[in-house]
């Protein structure tokens, strides 16, 4: 499969030679059979007498440290920096019209992380016996599709040969179906805008989508750690215009051992992109966790919120407060591109609202304080206070007019 103007495409077909190369020669075979290149990459860290069409030697000569860092005869530190190299290879790529992976637990641990290298849209498959239990450690924030793989892969039998061939032709399907490349955001009929919700910010966030709709495609994020993650993703991909960060709670999450937290790479990728970027203090009152009874022990003396049955809030003091305003400011501070954030004076949630359960003006001025006192405000960088609660109309409102104010000066050079 070719695209017009560019490298021929291929189908990688990623596994270890050294335990499953009968499986990846069958799967590659049925996908050539279906009128596509399909390529071998292999992945093993110990000696074999397979063959390959992208050997193991290449992919580890992508990592930092060189191949005798993969070589180096230990299974766990091999495995771990094949990881590495292996991300670090499809990073480089520009010929993958699809890729599939065939492993157990730790060939899915191996292969995923190259995988999610891959820009949202082109077609990923892992077939796995890890796929019919939690997965969320391997999909992380891309498409990633996951394929139980019934049998341990450990040879083909009357099973895994219809289990790989339907995998095979699944992955063929999407990678020859007629359909355009992911377009850049300047060529689709409307520039797409992230925004970040939770349930205690969506009354703000949907003012917002219902102002901007004529004008942007408004893709909303829900703020469970994996949200903000995709998000950020989809801003590295070179999909999103601009970005409306209402809601930072995956912040609390991360700092004070919730159950929905970012990484420490959260906003990193509005200061590689130099998106125009208009961010907020949504749910930064609150840290989530389970039922009740999963709380830290640590906790229990605390102010709580049950939202479900199955997630229990608690309120931020304004220590923590303070902690996460000093965290965000110092990630905003690496932003060049036009940043506004905005602070609702309010309240930074449904229920941080006066007469509200977490309503505590002290701990949201610990936070509004650290904020001003680390943000280096420039002509671009700009730090917004606002007399409203988060989702009050006036709010929404200036969320509005500040995300085509960082556009049009992104759109100057500013």
């Not at 992208?54 to 992508?62: C, L, Q, T």
């Not at 820009?119 to 996951?146: C, E, F, N, R």
């Amino acid at each position: 499969m070719t695209s017009t103007g560019a490298a021929p495409q291929a189908v990688y077909v990623v596994g270890t030679i050294d335990t499953k190369g009968a499986e990846l020669a069958f799967v590659r075979d049925l996908i050539r059979g279906e009128g596509l290149d399909a390529l071998v990459v292999d992945l093993s860290t110990q000696p074999h007498h397979g063959q390959a069409d992208i050997a193991a030697e290449e992919i580890a000569a992508h990592h930092p440290d060189g191949a005798k860092a993969v070589f180096t005869g230990d299974r766990g530190t091999a495995v771990a920096a094949m990881a590495q190299a292996f991300a670090r290879f499809m990073a480089s790529r520009r010929d993958v019209a699809g890729a599939i992976g065939l492993g157990g637990s730790g060939g899915a641990a191996l292969i995923a992380p190259g995988f999610r290298e891959l820009p949202i849209g082109v077609p990923k498959l892992m077939v796995s016996t890890v796929a019919s239990g939690q997965v969320s450690g391997y999909v992380g924030p891309s498409d990633i599709a996951m394929m139980y793989s019934v049998t341990d892969l450990a040879g083909l039998n009357r099973i895994s040969r219809i289990v790989l061939g339907n995998a095979a032709r699944a992955i063929a399907g999407m990678a020859k179906a007629p359909r355009q490349k992911l377009p850049d955001v300047a060529a689709t009929d409307k520039p797409a805008l992230g925004l970040t919700m939770f349930g205690v910010t969506t009354a703000c966030v949907n003012a917002v989508t219902a102002k901007l709709s004529g004008d942007y495609d408004c893709l909303v994020f829900h703020a469970t750690g994996t949200g903000g993650k995709s998000m950020e993703k989809l801003a590295d991909s070179g999909l999103l215009a601009a970005v409306a960060d209402i809601t930072t709670t995956e912040v609390c999450d991360h700092l004070m051992g919730g159950i929905f937290p970012c990484t420490e790479d959260r906003l990193g990728a509005i200061a590689r992109t130099r998106l125009p970027y208009v961010g907020s203090c949504g749910a930064l009152d609150m840290v989530n966790f389970g039922p009740p009874d999963s709380v830290p022990a640590h906790y229990r003396d605390r102010l709580f919120y049950s939202h479900n049955p199955q997630v229990t809030l608690m309120r931020t003091t304004p220590e923590e407060n303070s902690r996460m305003g000093e965290w965000i400011g110092e990630r905003l501070n690496r932003c060049d591109g036009p940043v506004r954030f905005l602070i609702p004076e309010k309240g930074v949630s449904m229920i941080d609202a006066p007469g509200q359960a977490f309503h505590d003006p002290a701990a949201d001025a610990a936070l509004f304080e650290a904020l001003e006192r680390t943000i280096v405000q420039t002509r671009d960088r700009q730090l917004v206070r606002l007399p409203f609660a988060i989702n009050d109309a006036g709010f929404a409102d200036a969320v509005v007019d500040h995300v085509k104010d960082v556009v049009r000066s992104a759109a100057h050079g500013r």
